[in-house]
């Protein structure tokens, strides 16, 4: 009968034969005892990892016990079946853990090259800031629900307001906002950084909107976390972030 290595049913002579079949630290695995194991999981090593390893202990010592095992008190067969089939769990796990990472990779090698085309384009990404350069400004917003009107408002550095935009009704989605550079008295005003902030109304309810900042994609960055885009004075942002691109 063959059975689970369970410490009560040692014998001396077999715990000897364990402690004689332990590897040193530092030593290649395998004791003579087990030489046909050792290959077997050298084999699988470079395919299984760590759970090669626990499984080539484990039938090292399954070997070693069953070749010094007390003819009087056999190894129980339906346990050591159980661990056997425990192992293979572990390594099936092990294997789709690899399967899973190999797959993460390949994903990420493919949002880094599918980014790169996003290089010099223009971008909508969240943020408050409005650009505006010989009398020229975009900027964006993000409605999440549809309203009756929607208002939009551009401060200077000292937060004044310098122009209001009613955009009207509006639809859920993104909404490019052009801005032409002119005051609330139609004259123009000095190229620079400003902020935008809007809001909507929706059966007479207020509600603010979020706004988002156009910039032009400098550049990626692939990292552990996904690829993240460079969008100049803006900063870095992921990819999921990017409303528009224009």
Avoid: C
Avoid at 10 to 18: E, K, N, V
Avoid at 158 to 179: E, I, M, S, Y
Wanted: net charge neutral; hydrophobic share 40%; aromatic share 2%.
């Amino acid at each position: 009968m063959v059975n689970s290595v369970q410490g009560p049913n040692l014998t001396p002579a077999t715990q000897a034969a364990l402690g004689a079949a332990k590897p040193a630290s530092g030593a290649p695995a395998g004791a003579a005892p087990a030489r046909g194991v050792d290959k077997a999981a050298q084999a699988a090593a470079a395919t299984d990892g760590s759970a090669a390893n626990t499984q080539d202990r484990f039938l090292k010592l399954l070997v070693t016990q069953m070749k010094n095992q007390d003819p009087l008190n056999p190894m129980d067969n339906a346990q050591v079946t159980s661990q056997m089939a425990q192992l293979s769990t572990v390594s099936g796990i092990d294997k789709v853990n690899s399967t899973l990472k190999a797959l993460t990779d390949s994903m990420s090698a493919g949002q880094a090259l599918s980014a790169t085309s996003m290089i010099g384009h223009g971008a909508l990404v969240p943020g408050s800031n409005i650009e505006l350069n010989n009398g020229k400004a975009v900027a964006g917003l993000d409605i999440t629900q549809s309203a009756d009107s929607v208002k939009v408002q551009i401060k200077d550095g000292a937060n004044n307001v310098v122009r209001t935009l009613q955009l009207g009704a509006q639809k859920p989605g993104v909404v490019p906002v052009d801005w032409d550079g002119l005051d609330e008295n139609s004259k123009e005003v000095a190229s620079g950084s400003y902020k935008i902030s809007a809001e909507s109304v929706s059966e007479g309810k207020t509600t603010p909107v979020n706004t988002l900042s156009f910039g032009t994609v400098a550049g990626i960055a692939p990292g552990a976390g996904g690829t993240k885009l460079d969008v100049g004075k803006l900063g870095m942002f992921n990819l999921a972030d990017v409303k528009q691109v224009m």
